[in-house]
């Protein structure tokens, strides 16, 4: 069902790679609520995933960048309008990717070149993208900007490894930020923490699963969706949400507040083995 949230608004949305993608969801969402958007993405992503399907299914023009390189973009924001034809409204930030989760590496032996790539791919890439935007003045007044969190910013979470970092860099940057844009342009900033999702960069985190049936054991109303999430990013797209700025924004059936739950508790389980060296050392990272 459509509300029309979003009628006559021109929004950015970046990292939809498939239909299992919360961003994926979003673009799906914002037009059925009568935005007109573009997608971007890296070249590669959009050759492996299927980015270029959904474009012709909604329409829209997908913009190819790194958002690891300031100028591509730049040029993300600039095409945008002109294809647009205005300032954008709304722009949503779902990247984020570990070499050393994809690796096998623990917290505790990382490689550090490939922690500085976690860190540019899943944090930087969000101030470069703000700074990009803010410098051309692309983003319209009281526009929304977006970018997806996890708990792991606040608390440990087994097999999330440098990833926390990352999205505890990725909150302050809303926060800083947000200041900013918010008192010289209007733009509000910023996160939402979601539950854990079975999209395809999710399911890379060691433990997902039993993470995920974890958190939806524990969270009073279940893990929210990616579905779900997709609708609460509309909320923060529209203008109903005009003086929310500068908050990390819990979207996890309650999970955050939760100690232990009698679910979660009547399903401990005490094997460790699997997660032992052949020395009979667990492995923690």
Aim: charge should be negative; glycine fraction near 8%; include cysteine.
């Amino acid at each position: 069902m459509s509300y029309g949230l979003l009628k006559g608004k021109r929004g950015i949305i970046f990292g939809a790679l498939n239909d299992q993608s919360i961003a994926w969801k979003v673009a799906v969402k914002a037009a059925e609520e009568g935005a007109s958007i573009t997608l971007s993405n890296t070249a590669i992503a959009i050759r492996m995933g299927q980015t270029n399907e959904l474009a012709q299914q909604l329409g829209c023009e997908v913009i190819p960048a790194d958002a690891t390189n300031y100028e591509d973009l730049y040029e993300v924001f600039r095409r945008s309008q002109e294809v647009l034809g205005g300032k954008i409204d709304f722009v949503l930030h779902s990247i984020g990717m570990s070499p050393n989760v994809r690796k096998g590496r623990t917290y505790d032996a990382l490689d550090y070149n490939m922690y500085n790539k976690t860190l540019d791919i899943s944090a930087l890439s969000f101030h470069k993208m703000l700074q990009a935007a803010k410098s051309q003045d692309a983003i319209a007044e009281y526009g929304s900007i977006i970018a997806l969190s996890y708990m792991a910013a606040q608390r440990t979470m087994f097999g999330y490894n440098d990833m926390a970092d990352a999205k505890a860099l990725l909150e302050s940057i809303a926060r800083s930020f947000g200041y900013i844009y918010g008192r010289e342009r209007n733009v509000r900033i910023n996160t939402i923490s979601q539950s854990p999702t079975m999209t395809t960069a999710g399911s890379g985190i060691k433990g997902m699963d039993r993470l995920f049936d974890f958190a939806n054991r524990m969270s009073p109303l279940g893990n929210a969706s990616a579905e779900e999430c997709a609708d609460y990013c509309i909320v923060m797209f529209s203008d109903l949400t005009r003086k929310v700025t500068m908050q990390n924004l819990f979207h996890d059936g309650g999970f955050s507040s939760m100690g232990m739950s009698l679910r979660a508790m009547s399903t401990y389980e005490k094997g460790l083995e699997e997660y032992m060296n052949e020395d009979g050392n667990i492995i923690y990272g």
